[in-house]
């Protein structure tokens, strides 16, 4: 049996991420993570006493790398159909390079949970929701300030649509990766079709300069 090590959350959850890296989401159990550290399951669940716990700790940080790109992005945009191009092409290119992360955030039974909606989990996700509702609150913002885009629209529910369409492309992508069987159609292209149909560039406004996803 490895030789003791230290236990505290950063080196469960630290030892969690490389589970997952090594083996993936599903093979991280809490016997898994004591054998690794060569302690009973019981000094694990000291710490996290359910599961739901665990998947916040590792997931949030990675929520505030998201944030942390997606609201720069909004900033630097002066209408919705800038700040709706700036959230696709942002959050795409983003995940493009971190597909493993991606899966872990947004695909179904992250960590292998698979018992949804108990209290555990309302209260381990929390913080992970203010997160996201952050982004959702800013390009709400924009898209209701800007009248061109669509009075009659809800623009809370359409921030959220717009961050879900853009977790679509990247899922879509990461099952291709996972398939080794590449998409007819580029990503750079999607993502062009994608702006096109939900932000499409007034005639007024100039093709501002695309970035490479």
Do not use: E, F
């Given at each position: 049996m490895p030789a003791q090590r230290r236990i505290t959350r950063e080196a469960i959850v630290k030892e969690a991420v490389k589970i997952i890296a090594r083996k993936g989401a599903g093979a991280v159990t809490f016997q898994a993570i004591a054998t690794a550290f060569g302690v009973s399951k019981q000094a694990i669940i000291y710490w996290y006493p359910n599961k739901w716990a665990l998947v916040a700790d590792i997931c949030l940080p990675f929520m505030r790398e998201e944030a942390d790109v997606l609201l720069p992005a909004l900033a630097r945009t002066s209408n919705a159909h800038q700040a709706i191009d700036a959230v696709i092409r942002t959050f795409v290119g983003?995940?493009?390079v971190r597909l493993p992360q991606f899966r872990m955030l947004y695909l179904p039974q992250p960590l292998g949970v698979s018992e949804p909606n108990e209290p555990n989990q309302q209260a381990a996700l929390a913080p992970i929701h203010s997160v996201?509702?952050?982004v959702y609150t800013a390009l709400q913002?924009?898209?209701a300030?800007?009248?061109t885009y669509s009075a009659d629209l809800n623009s809370r529910r359409a921030a959220v649509a717009i961050h879900m369409a853009a977790v679509g492309v990247v899922t879509m992508l990461a099952a291709a990766d996972a398939l080794g069987d590449p998409?007819?159609?580029a990503a750079d292209d999607m993502v062009d079709a994608m702006i096109a149909v939900l932000a499409p560039?007034?005639?007024s406004e100039k093709p501002r300069r695309k970035s490479r996803i």
């Open positions: 983003h995940y493009l996201t509702s952050s913002d924009k898209i300030a800007d009248p998409l007819v159609h560039r007034r005639v």
